[in-house]
């Protein structure tokens, strides 16, 4: 991303992401997480979440969906880190919002409160959009239905929540006894594709990313990767239209599915951060920053790397420990270096160590004959704040000297002579993961 012609002296702005828990809230914050321009707090409603192992500072507010009380919690936020933007990670979240938009205390990153609620509605999306662009065939009641099965979702719904297929009328009957709020369609059964985009705050488009949506869990897309060139064309072609269409600024992105011949059909427009817009990111396009730029007044340009991109999630582990130590004994062979390559995880956990001024101890029995050119050889000569060279028959357990300390070593009989003697934690390198904090 490139930015220039900056019309604001700010040097750094205040965001609070609301929720900060949701798959949007953590891409907004590994969006924003490492810029030298913002300062990043979280908010949530829910106790138990991911924010609070991922955010440095996450408050807590009421549930938005059953109190109004949340508002007043959130400015008092906005008071006290002395909040510049708002940025709203969940669709449910975006709804309260708008309701209380002029309420809140600082700017809320959104496009036009009506440009929002048009999107928010399938039903206003596809009025609006009808001859624009292709719509899956859409029926308002159950007599209309000439060919079973159909597709059915809440007019407000995001991602894959409250969406099933049904087979016939009395299926959809056993289920619902209102139809007013509810997208009855047919049944695309086609390759689903998401288009990333940005507009300026003229509603011109900036940027349009499309992406396949292959294997998705809970709504979330877990692989993807540029469609086919084509297909591509044909996405961008939508995105221009749309935008003609639908004056949208900043952030936003549609869906579409094909139908059984291969025709691309909408399925929403939302004006609103996706949790996989980490594809185009790492390509070149920082959607948060660039809505913070554009806020703030300045002159945008991109810088979009064309290298072939594939994505695949899988779940993270995070942990919260409550270990307190001021050094680290750690061994060499096997533990920093195993199979002559070094080992990611322990050289990212020490260097947090260094990060939080907690002192690093080398302690090895290495064979290398000349240990300073290995240590030299892998990089890691200016890591350690003290270095203990042993011999085959010295103990460890011995050289530890510091009470508050933890050991990381290969050797289970060496973790259990420290362990016994000295009384400390000690890991093997499997267990490093715990210590890690990734804390942003």
């Known amino acids: 991303m490139n930015t220039s012609t900056m019309k604001s002296n700010k040097k750094q702005w205040n965001v609070l992401i609301f929720p900060g828990g949701t798959e949007i809230g953590l891409e907004i914050g590994k969006s924003l997480g490492m810029c030298k321009e913002v300062k990043m707090i979280s908010a949530s409603s829910i106790g138990y979440n991911h924010s609070s192992f991922f955010f440095e500072k996450n408050y807590i507010v009421d ?9 007043e919690q959130l400015n008092n936020i906005i008071e006290e880190e002395q909040i510049d933007y708002l940025i709203p990670a969940n669709p449910l979240v975006i709804d309260k919002i708008l309701d209380f938009r002029n309420e809140i205390n600082c700017k809320v990153l959104l496009s036009h409160s009506e440009i929002v609620r048009i999107t928010r509605s399938k039903h206003h999306t596809y009025d609006l959009l009808n001859g624009v662009i292709p719509l899956p065939e859409t029926f308002y009641n159950l007599e209309s239905i000439a060919k ?4 059915i979702k809440p007019n407000n719904s995001y991602g894959s929540q409250g969406t099933f297929v049904a087979e016939s009328k009395e299926e959809v009957l056993r289920r619902y006894k209102v139809l007013e709020d509810l997208v009855i369609q ?5 390759a689903e594709y998401t288009v990333d ?4 705050s003229k509603g011109r488009l900036l940027y349009a990313g499309p992406r396949i949506r292959e294997r998705i869990r809970m709504g979330t897309t877990m692989h993807s990767y540029v469609p086919e060139e084509a297909i591509k064309n044909e996405l961008l072609s939508y995105a221009n239209r749309i935008s003609e269409k639908l004056p949208l600024t900043g952030i936003w992105f549609f869906q579409v599915k094909a139908d059984s011949k291969g025709s691309l059909k909408l399925l929403e427009v939302e004006a609103r951060m996706a949790g996989t817009m980490c594809f185009n990111r790492v ?13 703030a007044g300045y002159e945008l340009g991109l810088l979009v790397n064309n290298y072939e991109v594939v994505l695949d999630r899988a779940l993270i582990n995070r942990y919260k420990v409550n270990i307190d130590y001021d050094s680290v004994y750690v061994d060499l062979d096997d533990t920093i270096i195993v199979n002559n390559k070094v080992n990611l995880m322990v050289v990212k956990f020490l260097y947090q160590c260094l990060n939080n001024e907690k002192k690093i101890i080398l302690i090895s029995k290495s064979i290398e004959v000349d240990k300073a050119a290995y240590l030299e050889k892998f990089k890691l000569r200016q890591l350690f704040d003290e270095v203990i060279w042993l011999n085959e028959n010295e103990s460890k357990a011995d050289c530890i000297i510091d009470k508050k300390s933890i050991f990381i070593d290969d050797s289970f009989s060496q973790r259990n002579e420290v362990y016994k003697k000295k009384g400390i934690y000690t890991f093997d ?4 993961e715990l210590l890690i904090n990734d804390k942003i």
Not at 285 to 292: A, K, Y
């Open 197 to 200: 985009c940005f507009s300026d």
């Open 186 to 190: 047919e049944n695309l059964t086609g």
């Open 283 to 295: 390509k070149g396009v920082n959607f948060p920053l660039l809505n913070i730029f554009q806020d």
């Open 429 to 432: 390198t499997s267990m490093v």
């Open 148 to 151: 079973w099965p159909v597709h």
């Open 63 to 71: 549930n938005v969906l059953g109190s109004t009380l949340f508002i």
